[in-house]
């Protein structure tokens, strides 16, 4: 499934450390504004990710899991 490999690779890169907007998922994969969009958005829901800063320039973190 796309979305689920989008979904994977985006969180691989965020618990590596790297911040992400959603202009890294559209040139890594090649998908639309709205498509990256949604699946953040569905990260976002799911409490995986959230919404760093501004909206022009902020980015994407993961969320630390509880313990």
Do not use: C, I
């Not at 499934?1 to 969180?11: K, S, V, Y």
């Not at 590596?16 to 829901?45: C, I, N, W, Y």
């Not at 760093?52 to 630390?64: D, E, L």
């Amino acid at each position: 499934d796309p979305a689920n490999q989008r979904r994977r690779w985006a969180l691989d890169q965020l618990g590596s450390g790297h911040q992400l907007r959603r202009e890294d998922l559209e040139k890594q994969f090649g998908v639309s504004p709205r498509t990256a969009k949604r699946d953040f958005q569905a990260m976002r829901d799911a409490g995986e990710v959230e919404f760093v800063g501004p909206a022009k320039t902020g980015h994407y973190r993961r969320v630390a899991t509880p313990r």
